[in-house]
Antibody
Framework: QVQLQESGPGLVKPSETLSLTCSVSGASMNDFYWSWIRQSPGKGLEWIGNILSTHYNPSYNPSLKSRVTISIDTSTNQFSLRLTSVTPADTAVYYCARRAERYFVFDFWGQGALVTVSS | EVVMTQSPATLSVSPGESASLSCRASQSVSVNLAWYQQKPGQAPRLLIYASSTRATGIPDRFSGSGSGTEFTLTISSLQSEDFAVYYC??????????FGQGTRLEI
């Protein structure tokens, strides 16, 4: 059974960098795309970006592209999210998810990590 | 980006009845549309992809239809566990893939 688990600080100060890691079990990371998605009351579900492997460039939401970096470490079965220069508008539940093999939909999700941006 | 609009925002239905949820795209997305169910405190769960294909383990009382800009999720014989928030997602025009704002299905 595929399982994903987000980890990282739950509180980040404005202008600082949000960092989260997703640990994956039950699936080969080399065979799938891995995504970050966030959910806030104001903007609903928002796709942040995805990555296939270290050999391919990640794809990002244009609205966040200047602030986002997604990286992957297949040796540890983890992928990560960095979001720089955060503001309170970045407060959200952040999910990591697996993109299905043939379609750009998300078949397995982590439980979500609430990140609050506040001083 | 493609804007997805769901209606109604809230739908009140009794158990045993059927419910039809609508999703409209601001431009054609062909059949590249998915539906998710989300319960409080949980991550979304994939129900339907390619407009009408049920995901693994999804009961056949869930059905999807539509193409282009108009899509419908129909849930027949509603059970208590079906009351949740439902989201549509397009993946035809990307990046970015985009989600609707959700329909709350309540008793």
């Amino acid at each position: 059974q595929v399982q994903l688990q987000e980890s990282g600080p739950g509180l980040v100060k404005p202008s600082e960098t949000l960092s989260l890691t997703c640990s994956v079990s039950g699936a080969s990371m080399n065979d799938f795309y891995w995504s970050w998605i966030r959910q806030s009351p104001g903007k609903g579900l928002e796709w942040i970006g995805n990555i296939l492997s270290t050999h391919y460039n990640p794809s990002y939401n244009p609205s966040l592209k200047s602030r986002v970096t997604i990286s992957i470490d297949t040796s540890t079965n983890q992928f990560s999210l960095r979001l720089t220069s955060v503001t309170p508008a970045d407060t959200a539940v952040y999910y990591c998810a697996r993109r299905a093999e043939r379609y750009f939909v998300f078949d397995f999700w982590g439980q979500g990590a609430l990140v609050t941006v506040s001083s | 980006e493609v804007v997805m609009t769901q209606s109604p925002a809230t739908l009140s239905v009794s158990p045993g009845e059927s419910a039809s949820l609508s999703c409209r795209a601001s431009q054609s997305v062909s059949v590249n549309l998915a539906w998710y169910q989300q319960k409080p405190g949980q991550a979304p769960r994939l129900l339907i992809y390619a407009s009408s294909t049920r995901a693994t383990g999804i009961p056949d009382r869930f059905s999807g239809s539509g193409s282009g800009t108009e899509f419908t999720l129909t849930i027949s014989s509603l059970q208590s566990e079906d009351f949740a928030v439902y989201y549509c997602q397009q993946y035809n025009d990307r990046p970015p893939i985009t989600f609707g704002q959700g329909t709350r299905l309540e008793i």
